[in-house]
């Protein structure tokens, strides 16, 4: 059966982009399912290192084809900013090698300046989102005032909406003491894009469910991550689509019987960007080793915005349920060489949460915040293990970690990260 699903097991930047590099080297189509560019993933092809942010992992292979699926939201104006900046690195993005859905959501300026206004308005519990219009423009396609990518064809019928909608924004983003928008210079902007788009927008269901019939491998790149799902995330810390399984299919519109993997990214430690609760974050020394100084692309600061994010222990509370809410038939763990040079690691194995032990974390927020973590203490190990790339090259003591992941959240890890280039890949087995 022709379907991988590629899910982030954490908060996000797992590392997804660079497993889905690896494993869209045997895929036909590469799709992404939701979100939008809030999502920011990391390529590494020889000397250039490419932040995708809308566009699937799978446009770094000229024989694969990439998907914008109807469950994200779509910047027009971004995405052609997109597409030029990656043609730009000598990658065709031509509309055979990219389709649009045109039942995706757009994401237009006012969703942008709502964005910025609603974490305004929220002062002290402002989630900390990208401020790209995610959750704004999920709100319009729930409240079923959208304006999907269909309509990126008729510039008269967009030009309307477009207006009408920063009409009925502008009061709020003026309310929260920003500038308004002016709805004709926002319309003609995104008209511009339109017209370059128009090439890439079909029906993907049908486009999807072809391919899956004939035989050919689809792989489903998720973005963020499993705590930021919005049903099964810390809301309201999340995001406002589903980044797990079942809003791949969602998504893409394709039944769950193409399905034959789940494949989990974790990190092989925590890293949260933006507010709410994170049990095992650390603060100091023991952070700024893990997040790194900024002087490596792959230092922990988000790429997208660039903020420093926040670190900790490797959580397999959190793993162990992302794994059953995605039903992972393996977990890819990255970034084991980032934890060379520690004497000693911790991973939470369970929390204590007024004074019970439990093994996933508790359904509501406020315990999620009580929730303490009870750690186990594996030995580090000293050697750089970037060079590795079979079992054999590991140190005892890094196979052990990998090992206890694996026990902990119960399912099987076949292959580790150790560097973000494409050869830094350990398979196990
Ligand atoms: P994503 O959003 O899940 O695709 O992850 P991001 O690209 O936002 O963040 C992951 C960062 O770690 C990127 O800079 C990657 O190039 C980098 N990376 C991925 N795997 C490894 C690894 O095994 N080791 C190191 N050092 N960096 C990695
Ligand atoms: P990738 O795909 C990490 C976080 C934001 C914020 C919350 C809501 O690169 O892993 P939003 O803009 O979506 O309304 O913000 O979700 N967030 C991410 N954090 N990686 C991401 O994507 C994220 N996408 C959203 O920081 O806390
Ligand atoms: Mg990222």
Redesign the pocket.
């Known amino acids: 059966m022709p379907a991988t699903l590629l899910i ?1 097991a954490q908060w ?7 497993v889905a590099d690896w494993l869209a080297a045997d895929a036909n189509v590469v799709a992404r399912y939701a979100g939008g560019d809030n ?4 390529v ?1 092809v020889g000397q250039k290192v490419f932040k995708l942010h809308l566009i699937p992992s799978g446009i770094l292979h000229s024989s694969v084809t990439c998907v914008l699926g109807n469950g994200m939201v779509i910047n027009p104006v971004n995405l052609v900013r997109e597409i030029d900046e990656i043609e730009a690195m000598g990658v065709p993005v031509t509309p055979d090698r990219l389709v649009i859905s045109s039942r995706a959501h757009l994401i237009t300026p006012a969703h942008v300046a709502l964005d910025a206004a609603s974490e305004k308005a929220r002062g002290a519990d402002a989630i900390g989102t990208t401020l790209r219009g995610i959750g704004p423009a999920y709100l319009d396609k729930t409240g079923r005032q959208g304006i999907r990518a269909g309509s990126l064809r008729n510039e008269e019928e967009l030009a309307d909406m477009l207006y009408r909608m920063v009409e009925r924004a502008n009061p709020t983003v003026v309310a929260a003491g920003l500038a308004p928008l002016d709805p004709q210079k926002a319309a003609l902007d995104v008209i511009v894009a339109a017209r370059r788009l128009q090439p890439y927008i079909k029906d993907v269901t049908e486009y999807i469910n072809t391919r899956l019939k004939t035989g050919d491998r689809v792989l489903c790149e998720g973005a963020q991550g499993t705590m930021l799902d919005v049903d099964h995330g810390d809301y309201p810390f999340v995001t406002s689509s589903s980044p797990t399984a079942g809003g791949a299919l969602t998504g893409l519109g394709f039944g769950p019987r193409y399905v034959d993997s789940v494949v989990g ?1 974790g990190k092989a430690f925590s890293t949260r960007v933006g507010s709410g609760p994170m049990p095992t974050e650390l603060s100091g020394d023991l952070a700024s080793r893990l997040r790194g100084t900024g002087e490596n ?2 230092d922990e600061f988000g ?1 997208t915005t660039g903020r420093p994010r926040r670190c900790g222990w490797l959580d397999a509370v959190i793993l162990r349920y992302a794994a059953r809410v995605s039903g992972f038939t393996e977990l890819v763990l ?5 934890l060379s040079g520690f004497d000693e690691l911790k991973i939470a194995t369970s929390y204590r949460v007024d004074g019970h032990e439990v093994s996933m974390p508790p359904d509501t927020l406020a315990q999620l915040e009580r929730a303490e973590p009870v750690y186990e203490t594996l030995p580090g190990w000293s050697e750089d293990v970037s060079r590795a790339r079979q079992r054999s090259d590991l140190p005892t003591n890094t196979l052990r970690y990998i090992q206890r992941v694996a026990e902990l959240c119960e399912v099987p890890i076949n292959t580790v ?4 280039e494409r050869d ?1 890949l350990v398979h196990l087995s």
């Open positions: 982030g996000g930047d797992e590392g997804k982009g660079r999502a920011g993933h990391t590494v990214v692309f792959w790429t990255t970034k084991l060489d980032v990260s150790v560097g973000p830094q």
